[in-house]
């Protein structure tokens, strides 16, 4: 049995969203997001009764902003998903990165195929409707569009079944009377629209030369959207940059303002604020959108969490919550230890590897050596984000295993400072200074190129209580050196002349431990002495 009692791996394998897995949704500010955007369709829907209303009062802009990877296009692709979007809107994805080049024909086919074939569907099911519906008032004019003769009624086929039949086949029908039946609620154009995807499927205009025939066609799909289902049009432009193309098609979108619609715009912070400098009227129209919704910073460890956690409990909602602390638990480490991961689009990326190897293994949960075993196969050239020395990932988690060792690692960290300080008197730049060290209070001392004596006391130990005493006892040996030096894991505030507090993070902890490792084995490469000299300055010593 896979982890977690389930009887498939529960995370996507695909390096970006799908249509297919857009059902799971989770995360409180996506959540939030979504209800917002749920809103902007609520007020414009209850509106469409209201006859008095202008054009301008019947369109509406969101603006959605977030960063790389963190579930946008997710978020974007969901909303096809839910009842309450599918009952009053028809929505139409465009994802700007596939319009290649951005030229008006290229623009509008992504958006109409947008819509998705079920959507053309529904058009011809509607229309075959609207004949039925007008049967009674019409009968001739109906049996001329659909071709109803002598042959279907010598076969006892009624014009129930023959409309039935439709739906079942290509559409051959006389399009003149098509017209002339459907004058009296369509204009022309939206009667031809119609018919061509009555015949194709599709719509397939080749050469709309100009933005305005762009404006009058998306503004057409979204009256006859209205007329044929009472709905209104999203259209969802995701992927926006600063393509120049792109920056006056929107543009002319947002002022043209299409009726029964909504214009969803899509983009990350870092294009939001190329945008601000490369078209400034287009950036006040998106800063002034009726809906902002800014998602950036939105990756959060419990946003994270509880989205990873509904991609588990969708396919096992009695999930117990001990499982759900266990697999909590999982996410933390990578969340914490892994700076590279803290996305979503990455993290699922992890857990959907570390379950097969976990799978693998008949364990009953994704354990911490999967996901270790993921991240050195999966990544193998990937190296540690913020670290001086460029440690690889898997030699971070060599290095995270004895940084998480109490029994040993304050002796590694004093080994790591000593190897550092005779380094540096290798160089010629320091000379050790053994006499004063007493192990107690002082584990390393030299003298610096000035000739100031600088010790070194490290107080890294888990009991903080116990590096506490340390740090205060130190101080109080202060007067055998020019300079002292304190290495702590304590975040402290205390502060003596002549003395230096430095805290070691994970980072730092993890750097030192690499370059003791490589110093030790006689691995140092071209590169090592100048990130050896940035490490020493970021703990302050030599």
Known sequence: MPPYNLSLNPFPSSPTPTIFNANIFGGKRHIS??????????????????????????????????????????????????????????????????????????????????????????????????????YQQNPKLVKKIIKYGFMDSFNGNSIAEKLDHLTQKKLSLSYEHVFELMSKDFTKIEMQLI???????????????????????????????????????????DEFDTNSNSLEYLKGLINSHIPYAILMIVTTPSYYAEISKASPSLFDRLEKANYKIDLAGSNSFDEINDIVLQYVLHYNENLTTLEKKDLSAKIRIIYDEFPDFRNIRSILNVLYHAFEVASAKNSQSIDEQSIEETIKNVYPGLRLRGSIMGIPISDFIKMRKISIDKDVVEANVRNAVRNLITYFEQLGTVKKYEDIIDGEFLDAAYNDQMGK??????????????????????????????????????????????????????????????????????????????????????????
């Open 33 to 134: 997001a979504l209800r917002s955007i749920n809103s902007c369709l609520d007020d414009l829907t209850s509106k469409l009764s209201n006859k008095d209303l202008h054009n301008e009062d019947l369109f509406k802009v969101v603006t959605m902003i977030q960063d790389v990877g963190s579930g946008k296009t997710h978020l974007t692709l969901h909303m096809k998903t839910l009842k309450e979007f599918g009952e009053n809107s028809v929505i139409s994805y465009t994802d700007l990165t596939q319009v290649q080049p951005r030229e008006i024909d290229n623009f509008f086919h992504s958006i109409v195929s947008g819509f998705g074939k079920g959507y053309y569907d529904a058009v011809k099911n509607r229309f075959i409707d609207y004949l039925r519906e007008n």
């Open 195 to 237: 018919a061509e995807i009555i015949k194709t499927s599709t719509l397939n205009y080749s050469d709309l030369k100009t933005f305005e025939n762009l404006t009058m066609v998306l503004s057409t799909i979204a009256r006859i959207n209205y007329k044929l289902f009472n709905k209104i049009t999203i259209f969802q432009i």
């Open 453 to 542: 004596k600088v010790g070194i006391s490290i107080a890294v130990d888990f009991d903080k209580n116990k590096n506490f005493d340390k740090i205060v006892k130190s101080t109080k040996r202060n007067s055998v050196v020019d300079k002292l030096v304190i290495l702590t894991t304590n975040m402290t505030t205390i502060k003596k002349n002549g003395t230096t507090l430095v805290t070691i993070d994970k980072w730092k902890l993890a750097d030192l431990l690499y370059f003791s490792k490589k110093y030790d084995s006689d691995e140092f490469s071209s590169e090592d002495p100048q990130k050896a000299m940035l490490l020493a300055k970021s703990i302050q010593i030599c």
